[in-house]
């Protein structure tokens, strides 16, 4: 599959909008229930990675082979969230409860800002797989590109 070059501005405006309510949504749930919906996405994501290709060999859906591996890729996503999400529901700890503190909200965005990455980082590795002729293209002219470039270095700047 091709990504065509005029969407690489739309899909970075996505990008950016999913991270800001990411943000967002990671103050407003506070530390814990954010801590437990980034270990949901990856446990998700690598379950869908690792199983897709057998879902599609076995369930042909779709008649174009690259688009039946990516319907199956995402409905196993989606799936694997569904599951985390009534886990979610069932251990009392992370219902919805008041806020705790202003420290539990900055925690909780503290570690949004990880999810962000973690999701950049994802979206990128989709993109330059086989899936996708040029997704490589599209990484190093994109919002997720800079990202990985302001993160390395502030990361080597506190390294120092």
Same mark, same amino acid.
């Given at each position: 599959?091709?990504?065509?070059?005029?969407?690489?501005?739309?899909?970075?405006?996505?990008?950016?909008?999913?991270?800001?309510?990411?943000?967002?949504?990671?103050?407003?749930?506070?530390?814990?229930?954010?801590? #437990?919906?980034?270990?949901?996405?990856?446990?998700?994501?690598?379950? %869908?990675?690792?199983? #897709?290709?057998?879902? %599609?060999?076995?369930?042909?859906?779709?008649?174009?082979?690259?688009?039946?591996? +990516?319907?199956?890729?995402?409905? =196993?996503?989606?799936?694997?969230?569904?599951?985390?999400? +009534?886990?979610?529901?069932?251990?009392?700890?992370?219902?919805?409860?008041?806020?705790?503190?202003?420290?539990?909200? =900055? =925690?909780?965005? %503290?570690?949004?800002?990880?999810?962000?990455?973690?999701?950049?980082?994802?979206?990128?590795? @989709?993109?330059?797989?086989?899936?996708?002729?040029?997704?490589?293209?599209? @990484?190093?002219?994109? @919002?997720?590109?800079?990202?990985?470039?302001?993160?390395?270095?502030?990361?080597?700047?506190?390294?120092?």
């Amino acid at each position: 599959m091709i990504i065509n070059s005029s969407a690489y501005q739309v899909i970075d405006i996505i990008l950016f909008l999913v991270c800001a309510l990411t943000l967002l949504r990671s103050y407003q749930k506070g530390f814990f229930r954010i801590l #437990y919906d980034i270990l949901a996405i990856l446990v998700s994501f690598y379950v %869908a990675f690792q199983s #897709y290709d057998t879902w %599609a060999s076995a369930h042909q859906v779709l008649d174009d082979s690259l688009m039946n591996d +990516v319907f199956w890729m995402i409905a =196993l996503y989606l799936g694997m969230r569904l599951i985390t999400g +009534v886990v979610r529901l069932l251990i009392p700890s992370l219902k919805k409860t008041n806020p705790l503190s202003v420290i539990n909200h =900055l =925690l909780g965005l %503290a570690v949004g800002v990880l999810k962000v990455i973690i999701i950049l980082e994802l979206v990128s590795r @989709v993109l330059t797989s086989a899936l996708f002729q040029n997704g490589e293209d599209y @990484v190093d002219q994109s @919002v997720i590109y800079n990202a990985k470039e302001r993160i390395q270095t502030i990361s080597h700047e506190t390294n120092q």
